[in-house]
């Protein structure tokens, strides 16, 4: 289906504000929406829902752990092992860290809270691509580290995120920009900040007007910014190329003098603000965010209705990120019931995560329980083909560029049977890992909506949690009569039921009642397709 732009563009949405828009903004901004966060967004005005969810949260009170057990540096169990000597290399204790920190990072994504901070810094994961696993050489802590970068700049100036990537440790060791020379240039780094990082391929990937002149002149500027053997970062002004770089008409020829020295450094400043003075490069991040946030088709109608506009704010704003989101979703275009109608397939990381915070699963609080339970979801995420860490390409996620599939990318005969399995096996007997349990608890997320005695409440509105499109009267009245009434046709049987199992909570065959019919209904409505649309 192709989206249509909407003729109101980016006016600032006046229409009503209820479930349906409440749901669909939670479930593009955080993971999932879940019965409480819908009542609390509902209280506020629509501005007001969108402007809490751009305030950044605070930097995470935690770090990795050794959930893995021998660690050759003598790490024990459950301490984190950040901060240890990075000069001790071990490809075998760097692979049991990456898994304690893709686990660590579930962890942050399930307590994301009433923010949009986690799922942006997710954003900026999938921009810069890391793939941790060929790169087994580079120290885990320096991918730790590269998380919080991501995290401080996530809603702020974009300029300076990718200044502080460029000089990231783990960025420099991967496109190997700690080895480019003057002697020696190395131009991976200066082609994947144009093409990939800051101007991209223009609104139909055919290019942007840069040229191979401008990547070999990219990197000329770039070289010096290297490591030491702690892998801090270090400019080393005797690697650096102090000539000036001239670069094409795309750049209006602009030259950046060389400078030798320690002020060699600065050419980097330089080179980034030639980059962000493109009209492109405000229209490139644009487009991404709309990707990623809204839809996957971007056709001329939104390229001038929305990207353009759109780019004006980012640039007038000096590219600040919450700025440009802001005005995307309180836009009229947001909220287009057009728009709100046309869903996208959830990715792995929003199925997953999205289903354990609408569910409200119970995580244990050990942290080897808590553990066990978060490498179970990166698991079940790295086997939909989403994993942390470890993106396949430098472009990203493929679902999130490739057309003309895009989203659809996401599903095939494989992963769509394993999305049943993983959500059959949550309701029902759950999910196991070394003792540890995640089961949903289909009777206390049925207890937390708004009338749950009432068989006709009780669905509609788990439907407005669960799934975004919906579903036909019939359907609702098929799925009362053969399973929450058991083939009866009066209301009063579940009301009953659900009165005795409140009336009498311990009661387990009154619990077990209840928890039947609940669990046959919920695994309906996760076994349908639509379960798997945002």
């Known amino acids: 289906m192709k989206l249509p732009g909407s003729p109101l563009g980016l006016d600032p949405y006046a229409g009503a504000w209820d479930t349906p828009q409440v749901v669909h903004l939670l479930k593009r901004t955080l993971f999932g929406a879940t019965v409480s966060d819908i009542g609390y967004f509902r209280g506020l005005t629509m501005s007001q829902a969108v402007d809490q969810l751009l305030q950044p949260t605070a930097a995470p009170a935690t770090k990795p752990l050794n959930n893995y057990g021998s660690d050759p540096m003598g790490i024990a ?39 949009i901070h986690e799922k942006m810094t997710l954003f900026w994961h999938n921009h810069f691509a890391p793939n941790a696993l060929p790169n087994l050489s580079i ?23 990718m200044k502080a990537i460029s000089l990231d440790p783990a960025m420099l060791l991967m496109l190997n920009g700690s080895t480019n020379t003057k002697t020696s240039p190395n131009e991976n780094f200066g082609r994947e900040l144009q093409e990939l990082y800051c101007v991209g391929k223009g609104p139909d990937g055919t ?25 801090n970062y270090l400019f080393q002004a005797g690697d ?26 600065g050419e980097l400043d330089i080179l980034l603000n030639m980059l962000f003075s493109t009209q492109e490069s405000a229209k490139f991040l644009c487009r991404k965010l709309y990707n990623f946030f809204v839809y996957y088709v971007i056709d001329d109608t939104i390229e001038n209705n929305i990207i353009t506009p759109l780019a004006g704010v980012l640039r007038q704003s000096g590219y600040n990120i919450s700025a440009v989101l802001s005005v995307l979703f309180k836009s009229q275009h947001f909220y287009d019931l057009v728009n709100s109608g046309a869903c996208v397939i959830k990715s792995p990381l929003d199925m997953m995560i999205g289903l354990c915070r609408e569910y409200q699963l119970a995580t244990p609080t050990d942290a080897k329980g808590q553990y066990d339970a978060w490498t179970m979801l990166a ?69 937390a909506l708004p009338a749950p005695q009432d068989p006709n409440r009780l669905i509609t509105d788990a439907l407005a949690v669960l799934l975004r499109p919906p579903l036909t009267d019939g359907d609702i009245t098929l ?30 065959s009154a619990y077990a009642t209840v928890d039947a019919r609940l669990r046959s209904l919920y695994k309906y409505l996760m076994d349908l397709p639509e379960y798997h649309l945002s």
């Not at 650096?240 to 450094?265: E, L, M, P, R």
């Not at 209301?491 to 659900?498: R, S």
């Open 139 to 161: 120290p885990c802590e320096l991918w730790f580290n590269q998380y919080l970068t991501l995290r401080k700049f996530a809603l702020g100036n974009f300029p300076q995120l």
């Open 479 to 508: 799925l009362k009569q053969t399973i929450l009434l058991g083939g009866g046709s009066t209301d009063i049987y579940w009301t009953n039921a659900w009165l005795a199992y409140e009336a009498a909570p311990t009661d387990m």
């Open 77 to 115: 169990p459950y301490q984190t092992w950040i901060g240890a000597d990075l000069t001790y290399v071990d490809e075998g204790m760097n692979t049991n860290r990456l898994r304690s920190l893709q686990a660590w990072w579930i962890g942050q994504l399930l307590g994301c809270g009433r923010s």
């Open 379 to 447: 698991q079940n995420a790295a086997d939909l083909q989403q994993e942390i860490l470890c993106i396949p390409v430098v472009a990203g996620w493929a679902a999130y560029y490739q057309a003309p599939q895009f989203h659809e990318l996401w599903i095939n005969s494989v992963t769509y049977s394993q999305r049943n399995f993983i959500t059959d096996l949550l309701i029902g007997a759950g999910n196991m890992r070394n003792g540890t349990t995640m089961r949903i608890d289909a009777v206390a997320f049925t207890a």
């Open 240 to 265: 650096h190329d102090d000539t000036n770089k001239t670069f094409s008409a795309f750049y209006g020829n602009q030259i950046v003098t060389g400078y030798s020295g320690a002020n060699g450094a």
């Open 207 to 231: 290019g942007s007007g840069y040229t191979q002149g401008d990547v070999a002149a990219a990197a000329r500027v770039l070289t010096g910014h290297t490591l030491d053997l702690s892998y």
